[in-house]
Nanobody
Framework: QVQLVESGGGSVQPGGSLRLSCAASQSIRSIPTMGWYRQAPGKQRELVAGITSGGSTNYADSVKGRFTISRDNAKNTVYLQMNSLKPEDTAVYYC?????????WGQGTQVTVSS
């Protein structure tokens, strides 16, 4: 079983930046896919960014060019650098890991973008 703990959320003004961290309870070196999802009030959870064990990344169109996902295998941590934040980025952000046929989720961290 993999435990995921997110941190780094908070409140920021439009145009600001935040970096989210997702610390895993075990080595992430062999975890095929990890990602960040978000869920805004009244909306479905959506994929924000994903990264494979080989370092390949994918992003939602709405965040391309603004967000960057990365992984540090030595620290068992996945990051989401968020720049040029917009009010529509306000949501709870969840870390996700796919291992075999099981999907693990963190508890989420709130990101609020408001002036």
């Amino acid at each position: 079983q993999v435990q995921l703990v997110e941190s780094g959320g908070g409140s920021v003004q439009p145009g600001g930046s935040l970096r989210l961290s997702c610390a895993a309870s075990q080595s992430i070196r062999s975890i095929p896919t990890m990602g960040w999802y978000r869920q805004a009030p009244g909306k479905q959870r959506e994929l924000v960014a994903g990264i494979t064990s080989g370092g390949s990344t994918n992003y939602a169109d709405s965040v391309k060019g603004r967000f960057t996902i990365s992984r540090d295998n030595a620290k068992n941590t996945v990051y989401l650098q968020m720049n040029s934040l917009k009010p529509e980025d306000t949501a709870v952000y969840y870390c996700n890991a796919g291992v075999s046929l099981t999907v693990y989720w963190g508890q989420g961290t709130q990101v609020t973008v408001s002036s």
